[in-house]
């Protein structure tokens, strides 16, 4: 009894394109074992025949030059080979405003929306500040499910339409879900951050919360704001355990925060930082 070939890997489950080509290599052997290397070099246009299997093995990456043959070779449609090319576009990214720009137009196309939206809206939730405040703004009394009522709440304010987007957003992730009332409220789940990107959704956080932070220092009166700043020399092996004493504190802050007994009136913002301010000046010490 003749099977049937298997389905080919699917390009818009992934974010590493190295690992999409290891993987569409293997389906193209099962479906015809004489495929080689040097037969995919032939097909892509390319001299070296090794050059698949570099590729895969990140000792070469695809030029504007090699790519364009290597999407030909691999039969990728118009969709497919925009999407393979912002992989490698992401992979080649260094600066992580970069990979975010690169990111964020690869999670609005709309094959990987149809296989990965959760993931590519969990990675917005942490890349736009006003995602996170809007979702704590849902747990103090008087919340409004209305954009115009959200935009005009938030400092410093977006638009109208950057709160409705952000509501659909918060509601796609489960982060708001309907209340008693016919409103919204909070909702409490676990977000699934593509982990090839979970480090920089984690730093556009910080990043965004940060510059919200120097916006405040002008902003705000002084009782409505606090900034408190320490310079210090330490050790280097004390600084793990300054960001353990940090993380602690922080932990009991939020004890603190839900101990409350009164429902919430007023989105805070707290961030704790510990940073250096040189490099290692200890002598002999290397900086």
């Not at 043959?69 to 969709?79: I, P, S, T």
């Not at 101990?259 to 009136?265: K, L, N, V, Y």
Request: glycine letters at 6%; hydrophobic letters at 45%; one cysteine or more.
């Amino acid at each position: 009894m003749q099977t049937s070939a298997p389905p080919a890997p699917d390009l818009f489950a992934t974010l590493d394109h190295r690992r999409y080509l290891a993987d569409w290599f293997a389906w193209k052997k099962s479906v015809n074992p004489r495929f080689s290397h040097r037969l995919f070099a032939r097909l892509s246009g390319v001299k070296s025949p090794s050059l698949l299997l570099l590729v895969m093995q990140g000792k070469r990456n695809l030029t504007d030059t090699t790519l364009p043959g290597v999407c030909r070779a691999m039969g990728l449609d118009a969709e497919e080979e925009e999407f393979f090319s912002a992989l490698v576009d992401l992979d080649a990214a260094s600066a992580p405003d970069e990979r975010s720009r690169v990111f964020l137009r690869i999670s609005a196309m709309r094959r990987f929306q149809a296989a990965r939206r959760i993931e590519g809206e969990a990675f917005r939730y942490l890349s736009v500040w006003y995602l996170p405040a809007i979702r704590e703004m849902a747990s103090c009394g008087g919340f409004r499910a209305d954009a115009a009522w959200i935009a005009a709440q938030l400092r410093p304010r977006v638009t109208v339409s950057e709160a409705a987007e952000a509501l659909d957003t918060l509601c796609a992730l489960g982060m708001l879900r309907p209340g008693p009332d016919g409103g919204l409220v909070a909702g409490d789940v676990t977000l699934a951050t593509p982990h090839e990107v979970a480090g920089l959704a984690v730093h556009n956080f910080h990043k965004g919360m940060l510059a919200r932070a120097v916006e405040a220092i002008d902003a705000f009166r002084p009782t409505e704001r606090h900034f408190g700043a320490v310079t210090v020399a330490v050790p280097e092996s004390l600084v793990p355990r300054l960001k353990k004493e940090i993380a602690a504190f922080q932990e009991h802050l939020l004890d603190v925060c839900d101990g409350a007994g009164a429902p919430g009136e007023r989105v805070m913002q707290i961030n704790l930082q510990m940073f250096p301010l040189s490099g290692l000046v200890a002598r002999g010490a290397s900086a």
